[in-house]
Structures are given as structure tokens and as C-alpha cells.
């Protein structure tokens, strides 16, 4: 990520002194407004991520019968599937921590 990161902080320097007319001596003040530039589109965009979520949350309230879901969850975990829904927890629980299904390591 941090590669990622100062890739594109070095491409926006790159481009902050194209856009300046390429002038000589200036390369920290172009650095520093890349770094500015790439932390604000990244602002922006967990801004715009978290405004999807919500948005997304609100259409799925609106569309959703999360009361049904929660019942039929409920009516599994104490119905007939109660057992298998056991056993496979604790087979990945125990994959988990790396041991096999036996609980050996």
C-alpha cells in the first residue's frame, strides 16, 4: 500500500512540475503539493465510500424485511441445522488456529 502510495505521489510531482512549466529547483514544493493532492483525493474518496454505505444501508433498510432474515437466522440456529451449524464452526475455528479437524496441529 505504502508503495502504491508514494508511486502516485511520485507520478503527481511528476505532473505538478509539467503543469508549473518544468522550472528548476522547486522539486520539494512540488512534492509536497503531490503529497497534499494524493491525501485529499484520498479524503475525497473515503468520503464518497462512506456516502455509497450509507446510501446503500438506507435502500436496504428501505427494501429489506431484516425481521424475516433475523427469524429465519434464529429458527436454524435452534432448528434441525443446529448441529451441523456446530460442527462446522468448530471445524473452522480449529482450521483457524491451524489444526486439523481432529484438533491436532
Known sequence: ?????????????????EREGRPEGRELE??????????????????????DYDDALKRFEKTADVEKA???AREALNGPERD??????????R????????GKR
Open 70 to 72: 433475523a427469524n429465519a
Open 30 to 51: 512540488h512534492w509536497l503539493s503531490a503529497e497534499r493532492e494524493v491525501a485529499d483525493e484520498e479524503d475525497a474518496a473515503g468520503l464518497r465510500a462512506g456516502r
Open 95 to 102: 482450521r483457524g488456529k491451524g489444526e486439523d479437524a481432529g
Open 1 to 17: 500500500m505504502l508503495d502504491d502510495r508514494l508511486q502516485r505521489v511520485r507520478l503527481r510531482a511528476y505532473l505538478v512540475w
Open 84 to 93: 451441523t451449524l456446530e460442527k462446522a464452526q468448530e471445524t473452522a475455528r
